[in-house]
C-alpha cells in the first residue's frame, strides 16, 4: 500500500462541470477520511485553449497544460482517474468559445477562417489540436469496457418509465427508414494491410502533371493494421439529392447523421455539402455573394445567417424569401428546436449520430418536424460502414415493435479504443484532394506503393491504425467478460470490409492461444450482429458486443437509451495497458439544454449516477490493486448508496420545484455516510460518520427546503463555456446546513 493513494478528477464542461460544484466537495471529505487524495486536472475546452495559447497570455492567466500533463500519466501504472463528459468541439462551438474568452480579457487570436499568412497557419495547426476528439485519444490508452450498471436496470425493470423518456410503439407501416450510400463512398473504396515489418510510410498525393505534395510521414509497427479510403464528392452529392426528392416523394422528414465533433475533420465537409444539396437553387443564385461573405456551408445555417446580417436589408431579404422557399420545395427537416425553428442543418455539432438515432427509435421511428409534431423520417447516413446497424434496427423494431424495458436484456460493450485506434485517431491523416489526381501510401524505404487511390478534386482521404498491441488487448478483454458473465459475445466485422478482414484473421489466430471451452464467441457482420443482438435481448438475454470504435461509441448510447431510458447513466472501465484505470462517466449529449434549463430556472437535472459508479468502482480498483481495505469499505458503502437512491427514486426530475441534481447529491451523502456509520469493519470510519449522519438525517427537510427553494429564477454564471467559478460555487451549494455539514467531516 502506497502512503497516500491519488484519484484524479476532471473539470470539464457544461453539466458535468456545474455538477462538479456540488459533489466533488463531498467526495474530497469522504475520500480523505481514508486517506485518499483528490487530484483535479482541467481539461475543459476552454482551458485547452488557453493552455494552447498560453504565449499570448499574460503570467496570471496563464493555466496548466491538463491534458498533456494526463497523457502522459495514463502510460504510468499507478495511475486512477475519473473522467466527465467533456464537449468534442465542433468549429462553430471552438469560434463561440474563444469569442467569450476574448470577451474576458484572454488576448488569444481569432481562429483564421482563410489563411493569409505563415502565421494565420499556424494559428489555425493550434487550434485543431483543440477541435473535435481531441481528449479522448490521448487519454483512452486501452480498450474498454461500457455498460449500464446491474443496480440501474434492474431499477429501469422497476420503473420503465421514470428513468427516462418512455419508449413509443411503433406503426408496421411506418415510413421511416435508413438511407446510406451504395457506392462511391469509404466503405467502398477502403484498402487495408498489415505491416510485416517496422516501416516508415509517406503518404503522399501525385496530381495530373505528376507533382507530388507529400502530407505525412508515419512510423508504423510490425503486425499493425493501416487502412487507407476516400469518399467521393461527386458520388456524395448526387446521393444527398436523391434522398432529398425521395423523402419529399414520401412525405417524409429529411434527416442527416454524422458525428462531425469527433470525425472533425471529414464530417463537417460531409455536413456542408448535405446543406449544398438541400439548397442548392439557394446557393446556385447566391454563391458569389457568400462567397464574398466567407459562408461556410461546413458551420451550417446558423452561420450562414449571422453573416447575412452584414448584407443590405433588400439583399437580405431576397435571400432569405429563396430560402423560405426551398424550404416549401423541399421535404421538411428534422428539427432540433421546432419552437426556436433550429433544424439539424444549423450547426454541424447539434445532431450527432450516436445520440440523434436512438431517440427516434425511441420515439417510435419519429421525429420531430418544422410544425412542431412527430413525423415519419428518412435516416441519412451516407457512409455505409455502419449505418446498415441502425438499417437492421429500425427494421426490426417495424416487425416487431417497441422494445420493453421490463423484460429486455442489456448489451455490454467491449470496445477496441486503445492508441488512437481506428476511425477516432484519423484526423492527422485525413485530407481533401487538391485536384484529380493519386493519393499513394509508400514504404519510404524502398519506394514500394502499399496503397493508392484515384480521386478528382475535393474528395475526402483518410488513414486508419490499430496497433497490433490493442488488437491482443481487446479479444483478451472480450473473452474476460464472456467468462465472468457467462453469456454469449459477438465480434462486429464485415468479412467484406478490407480493415475487418484484417482484424478477423487476427482474431482466429490469437483466439487459438485460448481454452475456449463453453465459450459462446461469434464473428458476424454488423448487420447480421445488430439482428442476432436484438432477438436476443427482445428475450431478455444478454450480449456482450465485441466491436471497433467507432460502432461501440454508437452503441454504447443505442442500448443503454432504450434499455434504461439514457445513456448518461452508462459507465465505462478503461483498464490502460500500463496497469492503471480510466473510469468514464455517462454520455454528455444532453448537457447542453440541461445547461440551458439551469440558466432559465436555476434547476439542474443532469443525473449524477454513473459519477457514483465510477466512485465506487475507482475504490475497489484501490482495493484490488494495493489491498488497501478502507478504499473496500468505502466502496461497499457507495455501492449501497447508489442503491438506496435507485430504490427512493431520488435522481433528478425534470421539472423545475422537484429533486435535482444538487438533492441527489444530498441523497448520494446522506446514504453513504448511513451506510459507513453502520458497518463494523473499521470502526474509526463509523465513529467518524454516526455524527454526519445524524446531522443529515436531522436536517433533511430543512436542507430540501434551502435546495428547493432556489429554482424558478433565472441565474446568469457569466459564460458559457468558461463561466465565473464564485459564482457557479454559489448557486450549486445553495444549502448552508448542507455545506457546514460538509465541512465538518
Known amino acids: ?90 468549429l462553430p462551438q471552438l469560434k463561440d468559445a474563444i ?37 479522448n485519444p490521448v487519454l483512452r490508452q486501452g480498450n474498454n469496457i461500457r455498460a449500464v450498471p446491474r443496480s440501474i436496470k434492474e431499477t429501469a425493470k422497476k420503473f420503465p418509465d421514470l428513468m427516462g423518456l418512455p419508449l413509443k410503439e411503433w406503426n408496421p407501416s411506418s415510413k421511416t427508414h435508413v438511407s446510406h450510400m451504395t457506392d462511391g463512398d469509404f466503405y467502398g473504396h477502403e484498402r487495408s494491410i498489415t505491416l510485416t515489418k517496422d516501416t516508415r ?28 479510403s476516400f469518399i467521393s464528392i461527386k458520388a456524395l452529392s448526387n446521393f444527398y439529392e436523391n434522398q432529398i426528392r425521395d423523402a419529399k416523394k414520401e412525405g417524409i422528414l429529411w434527416s442527416l447523421h454524422l458525428k462531425a465533433t469527433m470525425m472533425k475533420v471529414s464530417d463537417p465537409v460531409l455536413f456542408g ?42 439583399k437580405k431579404v431576397e435571400i432569405k424569401k429563396d430560402i423560405e422557399a426551398t424550404y416549401e420545395k423541399n421535404p421538411g427537416l428534422y428539427m432540433v428546436d421546432s419552437n426556436k425553428g433550429i433544424t439539424n442543418l444549423h450547426m454541424p455539432n447539434l445532431v450527432l449520430i450516436d445520440a440523434s438515432i436512438p431517440t427516434i427509435i425511441r420515439d417510435g421511428g419519429k421525429a420531430w418536424g418544422p410544425d412542431g409534431k412527430l413525423h415519419d423520417v428518412k435516416i ?75 480521386v478528382e478534386k475535393g474528395d475526402i482521404w483518410r488513414g486508419c491504425q490499430v ?79 465485441v466491436t471497433g470504435n467507432i460502432l461501440r461509441d454508437y452503441l454504447s448510447d443505442l442500448f443503454p437509451i432504450l434499455e434504461v431510458g439514457t445513456s448518461a447513466k452508462v459507465f465505462s472501465i478503461i483498464p490502460l495497458l500500463s496497469g492503471g484505470r480510466m473510469f468514464e462517466t455517462g454520455a454528455g449529449g444532453s448537457a447542453p439544454k440541461h445547461v440551458e434549463q439551469f440558466i432559465n430556472q436555476n434547476h439542474l437535472r443532469w443525473d449524477s449516477i454513473a459519477e457514483f459508479v465510477a466512485i465506487s468502482q475507482s475504490l475497489k480498483f484501490i482495493f484490488d490493486k494495493y489491498n488497501y481495505k478502507k478504499a473496500f469499505i468505502l466502496a ?9 437512491i435507485l430504490s427512493n427514486k431520488k435522481w433528478p426530475s425534470r421539472k423545475v420545484g422537484e429533486i435535482d441534481n444538487r438533492g441527489e447529491h444530498y441523497y ?78
Not at 636 to 644: F, K, P, V
Open 273 to 314: 455539402y448535405a446543406i449544398r444539396a438541400y439548397f442548392k437553387d439557394v446557393f446556385a443564385k447566391h454563391q458569389d455573394t457568400f462567397n464574398s461573405l466567407g459562408v461556410n456551408p461546413n458551420n451550417g445555417l446558423s452561420d450562414l445567417f449571422s453573416k447575412l446580417e452584414n448584407l443590405s436589408d433588400d
Open 1 to 90: 500500500m502506497k502512503d497516500r493513494v491519488k484519484v484524479i478528477w476532471t473539470i470539464t464542461d457544461e453539466a458535468p462541470y456545474l455538477a462538479t460544484f456540488s459533489l466533488l466537495p463531498i467526495v474530497k471529505k469522504f475520500f480523505d477520511v481514508s486517506d485518499i487524495e483528490i487530484d483535479i486536472k482541467d481539461i475543459s475546452l476552454s482551458s485547452r485553449i488557453l493552455a494552447n495559447f498560453s504565449d499570448f497570455l499574460t503570467q496570471d492567466q496563464r493555466v496548466s497544460d491538463d491534458l498533456s500533463i494526463l497523457g502522459e500519466l495514463v502510460n504510468k501504472p499507478d495511475t486512477i482517474l475519473i473522467k466527465l463528459p467533456n464537449i468534442s468541439a465542433s
Open 668 to 745: 448520494f451523502m446522506k446514504y453513504w455516510a448511513n451506510h459507513l456509520s453502520s458497518q463494523q469493519e473499521d470502526i474509526d470510519i463509523k465513529e467518524k460518520f454516526l455524527k454526519v449522519k445524524d446531522e443529515l438525517d436531522k436536517n433533511e427537510d430543512k436542507i430540501n427546503e434551502e435546495l428547493l427553494s432556489v429554482q424558478g429564477k433565472k441565474v446568469d454564471i457569466k459564460g458559457y463555456y468558461k463561466p465565473e467559478e464564485d459564482i457557479v460555487e454559489r448557486l450549486m451549494r445553495p444549502s448552508k446546513i448542507l455545506n457546514s455539514i460538509v465541512n465538518m467531516i
Open 636 to 644: 461497499n458503502a457507495c455501492e449501497g448508496a447508489i442503491s438506496d
Open 467 to 545: 496497433k497490433d498491441v490493442a488488437i491482443k488487448n481487446w479479444i483478451q478483454i472480450a473473452i474476460e467478460e464472456t467468462k465472468k458473465n457467462n453469456i454469449p459475445a459477438i465480434f462486429w466485422l464485415d468479412e467484406n470490409r478490407p480493415h475487418d478482414r484484417e482484424e478477423i484473421k487476427k482474431i482466429r489466430e490469437y483466439l487459438k492461444t485460448y481454452d475456449l471451452r463453453d465459450l459462446d464467441i461469434k464473428i458476424m457482420r454488423p448487420s447480421d450482429a445488430m439482428k442476432a443482438t436484438l432477438e436476443l435481448i427482445r428475450r431478455g438475454q444478454d450480449v456482450i458486443a
Open 201 to 228: 510510410v509517406r503518404i503522399e498525393f501525385i496530381d495530373k502533371n505528376n507533382n507530388i505534395t507529400i502530407f505525412k510521414d508515419l512510423d508504423l509497427l510490425k503486425g499493425e493494421i493501416f487502412d487507407g
Open 99 to 135: 469569442k467569450e474568452l476574448q470577451a474576458k480579457g484572454f488576448n488569444i487570436p481569432d481562429y483564421p477562417d482563410e489563411l493569409k499568412s505563415a502565421q494565420d497557419e499556424k494559428i489555425r495547426e493550434r487550434y485543431s489540436k483543440i477541435l473535435g476528439s481531441a481528449v
Open 380 to 454: 441519412v447516413i451516407p457512409d455505409r460502414s455502419y449505418a446498415t446497424i441502425y438499417s437492421a434496427i429500425v427494421e426490426d423494431c417495424k416487425k416487431n415493435g417497441a422494445f420493453d424495458r421490463t423484460t429486455m436484456g442489456t448489451v455490454i460493450d467491449v470496445g477496441l479504443i486503445a492508441m488512437k485506434a481506428e476511425e477516432y485517431g484519423s484526423h492527422d491523416k485525413t485530407f481533401l484532394a487538391p485536384d484529380d489526381g493519386t493519393f499513394r501510401v509508400v514504404d519510404v524505404e524502398n519506394g514500394q506503393i502499399l496503397m493508392e487511390h484515384s
